[in-house]
């Protein structure tokens, strides 16, 4: 993404049919175009060559545990949320080589492993996403430790946002504080609209100079007023539509304070620990690393692979795994989200994207465990509470 | 020796000797392959040691901190990377990330008494640390060493043990869980030690490594002598796959024991030990 730039925060409008203008323009600069697309009977992010790659006219139908695609009776190219893909899977691969190394008279080498990334543009990140992308660049490049391989993909990313025209049975992003709206965090910004005498435009925000300079070639005119109320407006709509809802107060010391509670016991019974949650969130960021070699013996390589603290590996140390019950693993899981993610980055690990209920085969529904806790916390003694704690005190 | 540019990318050590320390433990000297200005570190932190093509395990650091052409990791066999040192043997090359993680507060325990209770081979990262202390010990007050070992076989570090119960000023004492014939030193846990222990508990900073239990019920006896909360210190362990706060593996709570530890304040973290499944 580029510098952000104050001045260039006027909005314009881009024609749907000048789209295309846009993806042309990012291709010449050697940006590999992403965004959704129908696939796997989802809506999914993979490789865009042209706009009508984009899953024009088809919307998504989501609840708990419920996924289905369904038809509009119009041609918007963004009318529909967030599917079973993140965007973490281009900066963050599920599978990466970290280095490989070979055996030599000394014992053995690292070898040279440069291989080119090509920068990405992203096309409709939604605000639930911006944010959770804001979260990995916290883990990832804002600690002791900047992660290399992320932040070579970061750096040079390009950002298309979208504010959603239309929020899904499982959004909660107006309880996170994480959306409809996109308001930072991007190149440039569209809001889609089509209205019925079959006008189809975006309204456009710029949020960085590189933003303002792409959108410079494509053939826009300034925007009248009462088309940014209508953007506006479609906003507000969306943001009052929300599937779900989370009461977000206090909700760290409300964890924190019920590391003891019966609900944990209830939702062991029917948590499969499949892992379908951490692979679908966005900002999960847990792996496990796997070293390999060749037939030879000669080669080896250390390969980083997406893992899940719902496996019983995951905290295995001499003599078994801290967390054998699914009881804790999805305790540790939640309150990881919801709170010690505050401790350890700042934010919280959740951005209300819905993902993890849509794809939850058993339609376990993070909003519903926390209101269930919160509800039933008055009738359960509160004396296991852990006190915030700053444990970079003998760092 | 952490390439910041990519923590991922260990570096290359030989094994110049391997000293056997009990029958399934053992002590690792390592130098770099290539010459580089010296690996320094601070007592209680950590390395990330890689077998080639096998993994990668969290070893503490054990050797003198004074000494930076070489280091020591004593490492208990008991899995697939650990067994793999053992069978790589003298000349062996490992693959090292780190220093890693937090130290003891040496320094704050200046002017002050140290109990140092360890329990196996929780007296691996404590060693650096007694190191230090003898190099400086007219900074410190009393200096008490508690250890306990399972059976007499189990007992680290023997000579140096030794060695430094000649010297008057430190109070060194050793108990096992299970005498064999021939053993005439305690029999008991290492709690039982801490009673008869010299130290003036409201001016004593406690260091404390071994299993959990076991230092569950050593915190509870320190504070029962009276030495303040705040003032003890623990080690911690968690499963660990990158060492620098990526992986997620090594959460405890709201800390990474790879980067908030492994040495805790015990008041940091007190609300959460000892909490099962945590
Ligand atoms: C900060 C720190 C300092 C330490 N210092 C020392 C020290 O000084 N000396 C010492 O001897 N030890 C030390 N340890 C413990 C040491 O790291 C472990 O004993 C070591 O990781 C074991 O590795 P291994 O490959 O030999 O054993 P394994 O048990 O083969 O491997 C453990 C790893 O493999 C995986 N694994 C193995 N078996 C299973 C299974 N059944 N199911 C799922 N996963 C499995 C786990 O994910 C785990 O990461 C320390 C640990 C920490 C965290
Ligand atoms: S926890 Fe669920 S709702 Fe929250 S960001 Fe992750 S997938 Fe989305
Ligand atoms: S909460 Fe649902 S998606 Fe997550 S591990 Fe349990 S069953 Fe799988
Ligand atoms: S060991 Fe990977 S995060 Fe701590």
Redesign the pocket.
Same mark, same amino acid.
């Given at each position: 993404m580029g510098k952000n730039n104050k001045n260039t925060t006027e909005k314009v409008i881009l024609k749907h049919d000048h789209f295309q203008t846009l993806i042309d323009l990012l291709k010449e600069r050697e940006y590999r175009i992403v965004g959704p697309t129908l696939g796997e009977g989802a809506i999914v992010y993979d490789d865009l060559n042209t706009v009508d790659d984009l899953p024009i006219g088809w919307t998504d139908d989501q609840d708990g545990g419920v996924y289905r695609l369904k038809k509009r009776n119009d041609r918007a190219f963004f009318g529909y949320t967030v599917g079973p893909h993140s965007w973490k899977k281009f900066l963050f691969p599920s599978q990466l080589r970290l280095w490989k190394a070979r055996r030599d008279e000394n014992g053995f080498h690292i070898e040279n492993d440069k291989n080119e990334i090509r920068k990405f543009a992203f096309i409709g990140v939604r605000s639930c996403d911006l944010h959770a992308i804001s979260v990995q660049d916290t883990v990832f490049m804002h600690g002791i430790y900047s992660e290399p391989n992320y932040k070579a993909r970061r750096e040079h990313t390009f950002i298309l946002a979208v504010n959603c025209g239309m929020a899904g049975g499982t959004c909660f992003c107006a309880s996170m504080s994480t959306g409809p709206e996109a308001t930072s965090g991007f190149d440039l910004a569209l809001t889609e609209i089509l209205q019925e005498k079959g006008e189809h435009y975006f309204v456009v925000e710029t949020g960085t100079e590189l933003g303002a300079e792409i959108l410079l070639n494509v053939p826009h005119r300034e925007a009248k007023k009462e088309e940014i109320h209508a953007a506006e407006t479609i906003i507000k709509n969306t943001s009052q539509s929300m599937g779900r809802t989370m009461e977000t107060k206090d909700i760290k010391d409300l964890l924190y304070r019920n590391y003891e509670h019966p609900r944990w016991d209830d939702v062991a019974k029917r948590c499969l620990t499949c892992a379908n949650c951490t692979m679908v969130c966005p900002t999960c960021f847990c792996t496990?690393v796997e070293d390999v070699t060749d037939l030879t013996g000669e080669h080896a390589e250390r390969w980083r692979k997406w893992d899940s603290c719902f496996?019983?590996?995951?905290s295995?140390?001499?003599g078994g795994?801290i967390r054998a019950s699914a009881k804790s693993r999805y305790r540790q899981w939640m309150t990881h989200k919801l709170a010690t993610w505050i401790d350890q980055f700042g934010t919280s690990g959740c951005v209300g994207c819905g993902r993890c209920i849509t794809w939850c085969p058993v339609a376990i529904d993070i909003t519903e465990e926390t209101r269930e806790i919160r509800k039933s916390e008055q009738t359960h003694s509160p004396n296991n509470s852990i006190k915030e704690g700053n444990n970079n005190e003998n760092a | 020796m952490v390439d910041t540019a990519n923590p991922f990318i260990p570096t290359q050590y030989r094994i110049q000797k391997v000293l056997g320390e009990t029958y399934d433990?053992f002590t690792v000297e390592l130098v770099p392959l290539q010459d580089n200005d010296g690996f320094s570190f601070l007592p209680g932190q !950590?390395n990330m040691l890689y077998v080639f093509g $096998?993994?990668?395990?969290?070893?503490?650091?054990?050797s003198d901190p004074a000494i930076e052409t070489s280091i020591k990791?004593?490492?208990?066999? $008991?899995?697939? $990377?650990?067994?793999?040192?053992q069978r790589l043997g003298r000349g062996g090359v490992v693959g090292v990330r780190g220093p !890693?993680?937090t130290h003891w507060p040496l320094d704050d325990a200046k002017g002050n008494d140290v109990v140092i209770v360890a329990g196996g081979?929780g007296l691996?990262?404590l060693r650096p640390a007694l190191y230090q202390i003898f190099a400086h010990r007219e900074k410190y007050g009393r200096i008490a060493l508690l250890f306990g070992a399972r059976t007499p076989h189990d007992i680290l570090y023997k000579h140096e043990l030794e060695r430094w119960r000649g010297r008057f000023d430190v109070e060194i004492k050793v108990t096992v869980d299970s005498a064999i014939n021939g053993w005439r030193g305690n029999v008991g846990v290492v709690t039982t030690l801490i009673p008869g222990a010299q130290f003036d508990p409201l001016n004593t900073i406690a260091m404390i490594c071994g299993p959990e239990v076991m230092m569950r019920f050593t915190i509870k006896e320190l504070q029962n002598r009276g030495v303040k909360t705040e003032n003890i210190y623990i080690?911690?362990?968690?499963?660990?796959?990158c060492g620098v706060g990526f992986c997620g593996?090594?959460q405890f709570g709201p800390t990474f $024991?790879?980067k908030d530890?492994?040495i805790f304040r015990f008041d940091r973290i007190n609300t959460i030990f000892g909490k099962r499944e945590i």
């Amino acid at each position: 993404m580029g510098k952000n730039n104050k001045n260039t925060t006027e909005k314009v409008i881009l024609k749907h049919d000048h789209f295309q203008t846009l993806i042309d323009l990012l291709k010449e600069r050697e940006y590999r175009i992403v965004g959704p697309t129908l696939g796997e009977g989802a809506i999914v992010y993979d490789d865009l060559n042209t706009v009508d790659d984009l899953p024009i006219g088809w919307t998504d139908d989501q609840d708990g545990g419920v996924y289905r695609l369904k038809k509009r009776n119009d041609r918007a190219f963004f009318g529909y949320t967030v599917g079973p893909h993140s965007w973490k899977k281009f900066l963050f691969p599920s599978q990466l080589r970290l280095w490989k190394a070979r055996r030599d008279e000394n014992g053995f080498h690292i070898e040279n492993d440069k291989n080119e990334i090509r920068k990405f543009a992203f096309i409709g990140v939604r605000s639930c996403d911006l944010h959770a992308i804001s979260v990995q660049d916290t883990v990832f490049m804002h600690g002791i430790y900047s992660e290399p391989n992320y932040k070579a993909r970061r750096e040079h990313t390009f950002i298309l946002a979208v504010n959603c025209g239309m929020a899904g049975g499982t959004c909660f992003c107006a309880s996170m504080s994480t959306g409809p709206e996109a308001t930072s965090g991007f190149d440039l910004a569209l809001t889609e609209i089509l209205q019925e005498k079959g006008e189809h435009y975006f309204v456009v925000e710029t949020g960085t100079e590189l933003g303002a300079e792409i959108l410079l070639n494509v053939p826009h005119r300034e925007a009248k007023k009462e088309e940014i109320h209508a953007a506006e407006t479609i906003i507000k709509n969306t943001s009052q539509s929300m599937g779900r809802t989370m009461e977000t107060k206090d909700i760290k010391d409300l964890l924190y304070r019920n590391y003891e509670h019966p609900r944990w016991d209830d939702v062991a019974k029917r948590c499969l620990t499949c892992a379908n949650c951490t692979m679908v969130c966005p900002t999960c960021f847990c792996t496990t690393v796997e070293d390999v070699t060749d037939l030879t013996g000669e080669h080896a390589e250390r390969w980083r692979k997406w893992d899940s603290c719902f496996t019983m590996d995951f905290s295995f140390i001499h003599g078994g795994s801290i967390r054998a019950s699914a009881k804790s693993r999805y305790r540790q899981w939640m309150t990881h989200k919801l709170a010690t993610w505050i401790d350890q980055f700042g934010t919280s690990g959740c951005v209300g994207c819905g993902r993890c209920i849509t794809w939850c085969p058993v339609a376990i529904d993070i909003t519903e465990e926390t209101r269930e806790i919160r509800k039933s916390e008055q009738t359960h003694s509160p004396n296991n509470s852990i006190k915030e704690g700053n444990n970079n005190e003998n760092a | 020796m952490v390439d910041t540019a990519n923590p991922f990318i260990p570096t290359q050590y030989r094994i110049q000797k391997v000293l056997g320390e009990t029958y399934d433990t053992f002590t690792v000297e390592l130098v770099p392959l290539q010459d580089n200005d010296g690996f320094s570190f601070l007592p209680g932190q !950590f390395n990330m040691l890689y077998v080639f093509g $096998v993994g990668e395990a969290p070893i503490s650091l054990c050797s003198d901190p004074a000494i930076e052409t070489s280091i020591k990791h004593t490492i208990r066999a $008991v899995g697939t $990377v650990t067994s793999a040192i053992q069978r790589l043997g003298r000349g062996g090359v490992v693959g090292v990330r780190g220093p !890693f993680g937090t130290h003891w507060p040496l320094d704050d325990a200046k002017g002050n008494d140290v109990v140092i209770v360890a329990g196996g081979i929780g007296l691996a990262p404590l060693r650096p640390a007694l190191y230090q202390i003898f190099a400086h010990r007219e900074k410190y007050g009393r200096i008490a060493l508690l250890f306990g070992a399972r059976t007499p076989h189990d007992i680290l570090y023997k000579h140096e043990l030794e060695r430094w119960r000649g010297r008057f000023d430190v109070e060194i004492k050793v108990t096992v869980d299970s005498a064999i014939n021939g053993w005439r030193g305690n029999v008991g846990v290492v709690t039982t030690l801490i009673p008869g222990a010299q130290f003036d508990p409201l001016n004593t900073i406690a260091m404390i490594c071994g299993p959990e239990v076991m230092m569950r019920f050593t915190i509870k006896e320190l504070q029962n002598r009276g030495v303040k909360t705040e003032n003890i210190y623990i080690s911690m362990e968690r499963n660990m796959k990158c060492g620098v706060g990526f992986c997620g593996h090594c959460q405890f709570g709201p800390t990474f $024991v790879c980067k908030d530890g492994p040495i805790f304040r015990f008041d940091r973290i007190n609300t959460i030990f000892g909490k099962r499944e945590i």
